[in-house]
T-cell receptor
Framework: EDKVVQSPLSLVVHEGDTVTLNCSYE??????LLWYKQEKKAPTFLFML????IEKKSGRLSSILDKKELSSILNITATQTGDSAIYLC?????????????FGTGTRLKVLA | GAVVSQHPSRVICKSGTSVKIECRSL??????MFWYRQFPKQSLMLMAT?????????EQGVEKDKFLINHASLTLSTLTVTSAHPEDSSFYIC?????????FGDGTRLSIL
C-alpha cells in the first residue's frame, strides 16, 4: 500500500533556530514530491521536487529529494513566529493514467518568540 | 497566478440537508480537480479526482451517491454532499491543476447539526 510518512509529528522551537522536517515515501509510479505549508485554511505551495540531489531554495526555506532513500527534507533556517504552521508533504503518482497525490500526516511546527 | 476560489467557506445546516460546494480556478484552466477531506489534526484524505467533461474517479470507501461531483467546465467543479449527517461534518478542500503542482482553495468547513 502506498504511504507517505512525515517526522517529527510536531516540533516546538525558538525564533532563530533551524529546523529540518522529514518526509519518506513508498509509492508506486512516483512522479514528484511536493511540500506545502498549511496555516488556518488551505495549503500553500512551497516546492515541487522531481530530481534527486537538486536543492530548491526560497528565502530561508530549502528542500531536496533523495530518490535512492525515498525521502525528502525541508529545511527552515532562522525560524520566525510566522513559520508556525503544519507542513505537508505530498507525493504525486500516476494511477490508471490519472495523476494523484498522497499526503503525509504533516509536521506541526510552532515557533516561539 | 494560480488562484483557486472555493465557496462557501463555512456552512452550518441541519441533518438531512444537501450542501453544494463550488471550486473555481480563477486564472487558469484546470484539467483536473481534486476533492479532499481533512479531519482535525489529520492530513488531507483524497476523496475523488475529476476531469472536465468526464465522471469523477472516487477513492475506495468514498460513497459516490453521497458525494456527487460535477466538473462541468475547465474552471468549475462542484461537490454536493447529499442528505448530510453529523458524521459528514469536516473540512473539505478542493484543488485544481493543469499539470503540476495542484493549487488549493481555502476550504469549506461543514458543520451538520
Amino acid at each position: 500500500e502506498d504511504k507517505v510518512v512525515q517526522s517529527p509529528l510536531s516540533l516546538v522551537v525558538h525564533e532563530g533556530d533551524t529546523v529540518t522536517l522529514n518526509c519518506s515515501y513508498e509509492v508506486t509510479n512516483f512522479r514528484s514530491l511536493l511540500w506545502y505549508k498549511q496555516e488556518k485554511k488551505a495549503p500553500t505551495f512551497l516546492f515541487m521536487l522531481t530530481s534527486s540531489g537538486i536543492e530548491k531554495k526560497s528565502g530561508r526555506l530549502s528542500s531536496i529529494l533523495d530518490k535512492k532513500e525515498l525521502s525528502s527534507i525541508l529545511n527552515i533556517t532562522a525560524t520566525q513566529t510566522g513559520d508556525s504552521a503544519i507542513y505537508l508533504c505530498a507525493v504525486g503518482r500516476i494511477t490508471s493514467g490519472t495523476y494523484k497525490y498522497i499526503f503525509g500526516t504533516g509536521t506541526r511546527l510552532k515557533v516561539l518568540a | 497566478g494560480a488562484v483557486v476560489s472555493q465557496h462557501p467557506s463555512r456552512v452550518i445546516c441541519k441533518s438531512g440537508t444537501s450542501v453544494k460546494i463550488e471550486c473555481r480556478s480563477l486564472d487558469f484552466q484546470a484539467t483536473t480537480m481534486f476533492w479532499y477531506r481533512q479531519f482535525p489534526k489529520q492530513s488531507l484524505m483524497l476523496m475523488a479526482t475529476s476531469n472536465e467533461g468526464s465522471k469523477a474517479t472516487y477513492e475506495q470507501g468514498v460513497e459516490k451517491d453521497k458525494f456527487l461531483i460535477n466538473h462541468a467546465s475547465l474552471t468549475l467543479s462542484t461537490l454536493t454532499v447529499t442528505s448530510a449527517h453529523p458524521e459528514d461534518s469536516s473540512f473539505y478542500i478542493c484543488s485544481a491543476a493543469d499539470g503540476q503542482p495542484q493549487h488549493f482553495g481555502d476550504g469549506t468547513r461543514l458543520s451538520i447539526l
